[in-house]
């Protein structure tokens, strides 16, 4: 007797699995951390300058 699977498994076998593309997300991420560091930067030199 062969059993059946059930739950995930069963799924992986039945259908080609394909990982989403996540170029938008890394560009997103990219593009917030550059804000940050321009951002900070910004605001060390004004605080360099002041002083």
Not at 22 to 51: C, D, E, H, S
Request: hydrophobic share 45%.
């Amino acid at each position: 007797m062969k059993k059946e699977q059930t739950g995930p498994a069963a799924e992986q076998g039945n259908r080609e699995h394909r990982e989403p593309s996540l170029r938008g997300t890394f560009t997103a991420v990219m593009l917030l951390g550059l804000f940050l560091i321009v951002t900070w930067a910004g605001v060390f030199m004004l605080f360099m300058n002041r002083n």
